[in-house]
Structures are given as structure tokens and as C-alpha cells.
């Protein structure tokens, strides 16, 4: 194993090697995929552990205090803590997808114009479903309407 791919073992789209591109090379080749697959795998693994690390949390700690200002802050809490797990596992069945995108072989191309979205992009986004261009439009026909 490459020290790459060591240091690529545990990423999180925040923390892993930047592919490096060799001139020539097919977009979305079999290296690229599994570059993004395990960013995605990784990214979801790290995800479920904070969920996992949320319900611990919530039985350890829940306890019914005699004072309601205690209680207050304990349910202010947790329910911070539940819209951030309600937010990660959107963003869960987001990665899933992006997993069955990559299985199918459409993963790293614009779903509204077909052009590839590209690897720094996906690197930076790796949900990304939408080219810069295309996903710019949409933010600009979303402010004019909302």
C-alpha cells in the first residue's frame, strides 16, 4: 500500500490526498472511482459513528431533573443534537446514492447537462450532482423565484 493510500484510509471529504491526475487519463477511470468511493465510504462511516456516538449520548445522559431549568437545557440539547443527526442522515441517503451513481457509472457527470463535473469539484462536494455552470443557474432562478 502506496502512503497515499495510507493517508487516504481514514478521509472525510475534509481530510484525505487530492487525486493526482496523470495527463492522458480518462475521466472516471477505475483509479478515480475508487478514489471517490472510498472518500464516500469513509465520509458515511464517519457519519454513522456520530450517530451511534448521539444515542449513547442520549441514554447516558438522560436523566429527569427536578429543576425545570436543567430540564429545559437537557431537552435544548438533544434537540440541537437531533435536527444535526436529522441533517446527517439526509445527507447519508445523499452519499448513497452518490455510492450507486459510481456503481452505475454515472457518478461525476452533470445529471441536468451531461458534462463532467470534474475532480476538484466532486473532491470539494462529493454528493455533487450538477456541474458548477448548471448548479449556478439553479441558485440564480432559485433567488429570483423564492
Request: some cysteine.
Amino acid at each position: 500500500m502506496s502512503s497515499a493510500q495510507k493517508a487516504d484510509t481514514h478521509a472525510t471529504p475534509f481530510s484525505f490526498t487530492p487525486y493526482q491526475i496523470t495527463e492522458g487519463e480518462e475521466y472516471m477511470n477505475e483509479a478515480q472511482v475508487e478514489h471517490f468511493r472510498r472518500i464516500l465510504q469513509n465520509w458515511k462511516a464517519e457519519l454513522m459513528k456520530e450517530v451511534d456516538r448521539t444515542v449513547h449520548h442520549m441514554q447516558d445522559e438522560a436523566a429527569n431533573f427536578p429543576d425545570p431549568n436543567d430540564r429545559a437545557t437537557q431537552e435544548s440539547e438533544f434537540s440541537l443534537e437531533l435536527r444535526t443527526r436529522d441533517r446527517e442522515r439526509k445527507l447519508i441517503k445523499k452519499i448513497e446514492e452518490s455510492l450507486e451513481n459510481l456503481e452505475r457509472g454515472d457518478y461525476g457527470y452533470c445529471e441536468t447537462c451531461g458534462v463532467e463535473i470534474g475532480l476538484r469539484r466532486l473532491e470539494a462536494r462529493p454528493t455533487a450532482t450538477q456541474c458548477i455552470d448548471c448548479k449556478t443557474l439553479d441558485e440564480i432562478r432559485e433567488r429570483q423565484v423564492g
